[in-house]
């Protein structure tokens, strides 16, 4: 069954600091991994995906298909990078996403 | 353009009446999703409609949640006899074709709360 683990609920750094949201996935095909980002009171809406290798806002995420991970990162955190991160994947046979349980970023002054 | 819109915003019911949630998707998307999000658990699929294709309800809970789109546009998301564990934020989402790699595009969700 395709699984997503974000082990951390919680993550508090400060500004500044390197930032890494742990992303974990168990699929035995090939997924396409996707982060998704809700600041506070605005709609869920994509950060990033895999296929792309793009950054976003300062973010990466390497999908290493050995550790199944596909772990968000930021080598310097801002204040506004505080939300809710959920990692997700979609089958490429089946358009539904499953996400993680999500984990909130605090960023500290 | 408008983005994705669901009505109402909020939502508060009492035990065992039925409710309707709606769904308007982004104009010219073919794709529209239904999504769950309760407290701790993250985000739950609940059915996926593609263009005039038969429906994926896979992640409907039980017989008691349905939907339906209608002219493959605006979707209603019917829970009836509800539940207090039906309480949760309902989330809509539509993409261009409903291709895996597409960006899904959220709504700002209808909070409902079963009392």
Not at chain 1, 38 to 54: G, K
Request: proline share 4%; hydrophobic share 30%.
């Amino acid at each position: 069954a395709q699984r997503v683990t974000q082990p951390e609920k919680l993550l508090s750094v400060f500004k500044g600091a390197p930032v890494e949201l742990k992303c974990n996935y168990s699929y035995s095909g090939s997924p396409e991994l996707f982060w998704y980002v809700q600041y506070s009171r605005q709609r869920l809406q994509l950060l990033l995906r895999h296929i792309s290798r793009e950054s976003i806002k300062g973010f990466t995420a390497d999908l290493n298909k050995g550790e199944t991970s596909f772990h968000l990162k930021k080598p310097f955190a801002q204040e506004e990078d505080s939300a809710m991160y959920y990692c997700a994947l979609s089958d490429t046979g089946f358009q539904k996403l499953v996400f993680g349980t999500g984990t909130r970023l605090l960023v500290s002054p | 353009g408008a983005g994705v819109s669901q009505s109402p915003s909020n939502k508060v019911t009492e035990k065992g009446k039925d409710v309707e949630l709606r769904c308007d998707p982004i104009s010219g998307h073919t794709a529209l999703y239904w999504y769950r999000q309760s407290l701790g658990q993250g985000l739950e699929f609940l059915i996926y409609f593609q263009g005039n294709s038969a429906p994926d309800k896979s992640g409907l809970p039980s017989d008691r949640f349905s939907a339906e789109r209608t002219g493959g546009s605006v979707s209603t998301l019917t829970i009836q006899r509800t539940q207090q564990e039906d309480s949760a934020v309902y989330l809509c989402a539509s993409s261009f074709r409903g291709r895996a790699i597409e960006t899904q595009y959220f709504g700002p969700g209808t909070r409902l709360l079963v009392l």
